[in-house]
Nanobody, 123 residues
């Protein structure tokens, strides 16, 4: 069992930056691929980024070049650095853990989820 806790969300102006953290307890994160997802009001949960057990990364097109996912297995933490934020990035952001080594973006495949952290970008 893995418990995930996100932090770092908040209110920022367009063009600003935030760094989200996802701290894990209960088991080492090194055996999991980790993903970040987001859900805006009235919309479905959307894949944002993924980092594999071997630190291979993948991003949705809308955040490429602006967001960076990283992991620190020693701290059992995953990060999402978000730069050049846009109002359309406003959402609740969730981190999730996937035991598989297969690169996949569908939320249904992820085994553990955090409670989410709100990111609001004002124009």
């Amino acid at each position: 069992q893995v418990q995930l806790v996100e932090s770092g969300g908040g209110l920022v102006q367009a063009g600003g930056s935030l760094r989200l953290s996802c701290a894990a307890s209960g088991r080492s994160l090194s055996v999991y691929a980790m993903g970040w997802f987001r859900q805006a009001p009235g919309k479905e949960r959307e894949f944002v980024a993924r980092i594999s057990q071997g630190a291979i990364t993948s991003y949705v097109d809308s955040v490429k070049g602006r967001f960076t996912i990283s992991r620190d297995n020693g701290k059992n933490t995953v990060y999402l650095q978000m730069n050049a934020l846009k109002p359309e990035d406003t959402a609740v952001y969730y981190c999730a853990a996937d035991r598989s080594t297969v690169m996949r973006r569908d939320a249904v495949f992820y085994d553990y989820w955090g409670q989410g952290t709100q990111v609001t970008v004002s124009s």
